[in-house]
């Protein structure tokens, strides 16, 4: 069972709602409201692309993005790159499908139950994130190490019926947890819910990995576990809807688009202290992680290992086996189908050799 606590005015999704909603039916008709375009370049010339931000661009996360818009390697490609927010995964997958927005960096659960449980139109054309960038956080007095540890606990989430949600069943899943035995309650993502943890009135809340670093600076006591430790699903993958990929219009733009992002992120890689990468998202953009040089620098190091965590020679490609590993933990979970051929909700070609 979920509860909610009045600290949080985050809406509540049922999961059986959730799961309907991130699958959705390849009859969507009409694109879901955005927020109004915010243009990567400063002449806002070439051909225009939109990429759907499913969270706000205040977060290191799309450090790929910001440095190709701050570094001009989207104008470089020709591309005038529109980022717009959405809210959540759930709309920017309808707008996809619907042909309104050319790509999103969506989770591979996400895409994984869209095309397995309701056929939508989408394909991921490349992973950015290798591994689950949420975190579990607990307390010194009483940490949760392993999923064994979340038996007979209360876990904060961010919002129910999410994808927070879906990876803590995951990881209760490969530990053999009953997830019955586990209560929720929606904490919100508020600075101080590691607060409610200390207070005791909660076990472990799931924080952003931007979250974790911040804590393991300021607060000793806090225990941070990583469930990429144990489960493999959890990727962030850039999606584009069939339609617009078999198009060859559409097809050149995204590779394009994905050309850009690989040049950003060798120009990240290359720069191992983070000092010219911060240099150049600060020349355009500012939010408050960037006033924190030595927190942005710990956020953007786990970042780069995370892009590099299925080896160096598959940044940004999708691992066939990772993949199949991801589909098979949804499937024994009860979360999707089983008896379904994943691979062909993924390809490579546009990364080229």
């Known amino acids: 069972m979920t509860t909610t606590f009045p600290i949080s005015s985050t809406p509540g999704m049922s999961r059986r709602r959730f799961l309907h909603r991130a699958g959705l039916a390849a009859t969507v008709g009409a694109a879901a409201v955005v927020v109004p375009a915010c243009s990567s370049g400063a002449g806002g010339g070439g051909d225009r692309v939109t990429f759907l931000n499913v969270l706000p661009l205040e977060t290191l996360s799309f450090t790929p993005e910001l440095v190709a818009s701050a570094g001009g390697h989207f104008a470089r490609e020709g591309l005038d790159v529109q980022f717009q927010t959405t809210r959540g995964s759930a709309q920017a997958i309808q707008t996809l499908i619907a042909g309104s927005a050319l790509v999103s960096r969506i989770g591979d659960?996400?895409?994984?139950?869209?095309?397995?449980?309701?056929?939508?139109?989408l394909v991921n054309v490349s992973t950015m994130l290798q591994q689950v960038t949420v975190r579990m956080v607990s307390a010194?007095?009483?940490?949760?190490?392993?999923?064994?540890?979340?038996?007979?606990?209360?876990?904060?989430?961010?919002?129910?019926?999410?994808?927070?949600?879906?990876?803590?069943?995951?990881?209760?899943?490969?530990?053999g947890v009953d997830p019955a035995t586990v209560q929720?309650?929606?904490?919100?993502?508020?600075?101080?819910?590691?607060?409610?943890?200390?207070?005791?009135?909660?076990?472990?809340?799931?924080?952003?990995?931007?979250?974790?670093?911040?804590?393991?600076?300021?607060?000793p006591d806090a225990v941070v576990f990583n469930p990429a430790d144990v489960i493999a699903?959890?990727?962030?993958?850039?999606?584009?809807?069939?339609?617009?990929?078999?198009?060859?219009?559409?097809?050149?733009?995204?590779?394009?688009?994905?050309?850009?992002?690989?040049?950003?992120?060798?120009?990240?890689?290359?720069?191992?202290?983070?000092?010219?990468?911060?240099?150049?998202?600060?020349?355009?953009?500012?939010?408050?992680?960037l006033q924190d040089t030595e927190l942005a620098k710990a956020s953007l190091a786990a970042y780069t290992a995370n892009w590099q965590a299925a080896g160096p020679q598959n940044v940004m490609r999708t691992d066939p086996a990772r993949w199949q590993a991801g589909y098979a933990e949804l499937s024994s979970a009860g979360i999707m189908p089983g008896g379904l051929q994943p691979d062909p909700w993924f390809t490579n070609e546009l990364l080229g050799s």
Do not use: C, H, W
């Not at 409610?196 to 670093?213: F, H, M, P």
């Not at 699903?233 to 590779?255: F, K």
């Open 140 to 175: 010194a007095s009483a940490p949760i190490r392993t999923p064994a540890d979340f038996a007979g606990k209360t876990i904060g989430l961010p919002s129910e019926g999410g994808t927070s949600e879906t990876t803590l069943d995951l990881v209760l899943a490969r530990g």
């Open 233 to 289: 699903s959890g990727a962030q993958v850039y999606a584009t809807s069939r339609p617009q990929l078999d198009d060859p219009r559409g097809r050149d733009l995204m590779t394009r688009y994905l050309r850009a992002i690989r040049s950003s992120v060798n120009t990240v890689l290359a720069d191992p202290t983070g000092d010219q990468t911060l240099a150049t998202i600060r020349s355009r953009f500012d939010f408050p992680i």
């Open 109 to 121: 659960i996400e895409t994984m139950i869209a095309v397995g449980t309701r056929n939508a139109p």
């Open 184 to 219: 929720r309650q929606v904490v919100g993502v508020a600075p101080g819910v590691f607060d409610l943890v200390a207070q005791g009135r909660i076990a472990a809340y799931i924080a952003s990995l931007d979250t974790s670093e911040q804590l393991r600076r300021q607060r």
